[in-house]
């Protein structure tokens, strides 16, 4: 559902100028030091970044990459998936999950996913490991974690990889340690709307084994070591000196904007309790969620969407299709009724306004307006 041009929006969902007005001139200063240093790839920058970044996910190693989707994308290269290789992940997850499987050449196996925390059901993985099977990817969704310990212990008992999708959820922690350090390999996107947000595209690996390390910077320049010859057939994905800069200067504000983040998530959790047809986000025991999304459920999901933009707030669905009923995706052989849970959430998801410059004020209103949709009809 898009807001006509002759709407005006009051609450909005989300907008970057609210970071770029708070942080412009810091911004504008690291832009210039870059332009002017005579280094515009691979420099100090990126460099810098890749060991704090690393060092905040209690990671040994950070490579920076171009985007979130090449980060899946060469990691799954640097542990030698691709054709004939199963990758089980789910199918509740934003397109490019899957699109970097397939870019791989491996081929994406979902299993469905708990209906109150939106994350892959666990119990389910079991069942659909077979002897093609090299990896698991588990999608930190919305900023939560997935419930890593049974799932890194099935991978061990196989002999299975694990790569994890941390697009959504940088610096969530499970029983005590951050999303990333977990699998073989951890995946980042700094893609502008993500907690940590780049002004354009950006993504980051991180690794705590040296060998990997090494296989994915050869990976990401031609494959490249120095000079002009590659050891292995590469590819072209860095991570830009400027974004690196942008980010370098983000990354210590990152605490303090998730906590204004759950700030936000604390004034909806008390203001929309009690409603009879809204199910509220769930945070399971030893996990910390950075609200990158806020989405509830409701059967008359369509309809208060329509009430809230008539109100003047936006919303969004995150994600209305799951993949596997995608035109794109339908040759994966994925009918209706596969993935019941899945199915059923995308119908009654919607995510609320959310971001660390929200005004709690706004957040107000949008808990009246859902308030008054209930109460009124
Ligand atoms: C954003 C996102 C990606 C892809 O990141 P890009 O930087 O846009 O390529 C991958 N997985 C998930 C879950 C995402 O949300």
Same mark, same amino acid.
């Given at each position: 559902m898009k807001n006509s041009d002759t709407d005006v929006i #009051?609450?909005?969902?989300?907008?970057?100028?609210?970071?770029?007005?708070q942080h412009r001139e810091k911004i504008l200063d690291v832009v210039d030091k870059v332009f002017s240093s005579g280094r515009l790839i691979l420099g100090s920058m990126v460099s810098e970044f890749e060991e704090e970044f690393s060092a905040f996910?209690?990671?040994?190693?950070?490579?920076?990459?171009?985007?979130?989707?090449?980060?899946?994308?060469?990691? %799954?290269? =640097?542990?030698?998936?691709?054709?004939g290789a199963e990758v089980i992940t789910v199918s509740n997850t934003a397109v490019p999950t899957v699109a970097a499987i397939r870019s $791989?050449?491996?081929?994406?196996?979902? @299993?469905? @996913? &708990?209906?109150?925390?939106?994350?892959m059901d666990v119990t389910r993985l079991e069942?659909?490991?077979?002897? =093609?099977?090299?990896?698991?990817?588990?999608?930190h969704l919305y900023g #939560? $974690?997935?419930?890593?310990?049974?799932?890194? #212990?099935?991978? =061990?008992?196989?002999?299975?990889?694990? @790569?994890?999708?941390?697009? #959504?959820?940088?610096? $969530?922690?499970?029983?005590?340690?951050?999303v990333g350090s977990f699998g073989d390999i951890g995946t980042f996107s700094f893609y502008p709307t993500k907690i940590l947000g780049a002004y354009g595209d950006a993504g980051m690996t991180v690794t705590n084994r040296p060998e990997l390390k090494e296989r994915l910077?050869?990976?990401?320049?031609?494959?490249? *070591?120095?000079?002009?010859?590659?050891? *292995? &057939?590469?590819?072209?994905?860095?991570?830009? *000196?400027?974004? =690196?800069?942008?980010?370098?200067?983000? %990354?210590?504000?990152?605490? &303090?904007?998730v906590m204004g983040r759950a700030k936000l998530a604390a004034i909806y959790n008390e203001g929309l309790r009690g409603l009879g047809d809204v199910t509220l986000p769930v945070v399971r025991d030893g996990r910390t969620h950075q609200w990158y999304l806020y989405t509830i459920r409701t059967g008359r999901r369509d309809a208060l969407m329509q009430h809230l933009t008539a109100a003047g707030i936006e919303t969004r669905i995150n994600y209305p299709t799951p993949i596997h009923l995608m035109r794109g995706y339908r040759f994966l052989?994925?009918? *209706?009724g596969s993935l019941?849970?899945?199915?059923?959430?995308?119908? &009654?998801?919607l995510s609320l306004p959310m971001y660390p410059q929200l005004p709690e004020s706004h957040a107000e209103r949008v808990i009246e307006a859902i308030r008054e949709f209930f109460q009124g009809h």
């Open positions: #009051q609450v909005r969902y989300w907008d970057y100028r609210d970071n770029y007005q996910c209690g990671a040994q190693f950070g490579i920076g990459v171009n985007s979130g989707t090449d980060a899946l994308f060469l990691a %799954l290269k =640097a542990l030698n998936i691709g054709a $791989a050449g491996a081929t994406p196996v979902f @299993v469905d @996913v &708990e209906d109150d925390t939106f994350l069942q659909a490991v077979t002897s =093609a099977t090299r990896c698991i990817l588990p999608v #939560q $974690a997935v419930d890593m310990a049974p799932l890194l #212990q099935l991978a =061990a008992n196989r002999n299975i990889h694990v @790569v994890e999708d941390c697009a #959504q959820a940088a610096g $969530a922690l499970y029983q005590g340690k951050r910077k050869r990976l990401r320049f031609y494959g490249m *070591e120095g000079g002009y010859y590659s050891e *292995e &057939e590469g590819y072209n994905s860095r991570l830009d *000196e400027v974004q =690196a800069a942008i980010l370098k200067l983000q %990354l210590p504000e990152l605490n &303090e904007e052989g994925y009918g *209706e019941p849970v899945t199915e059923r959430l995308a119908g &009654e998801i």
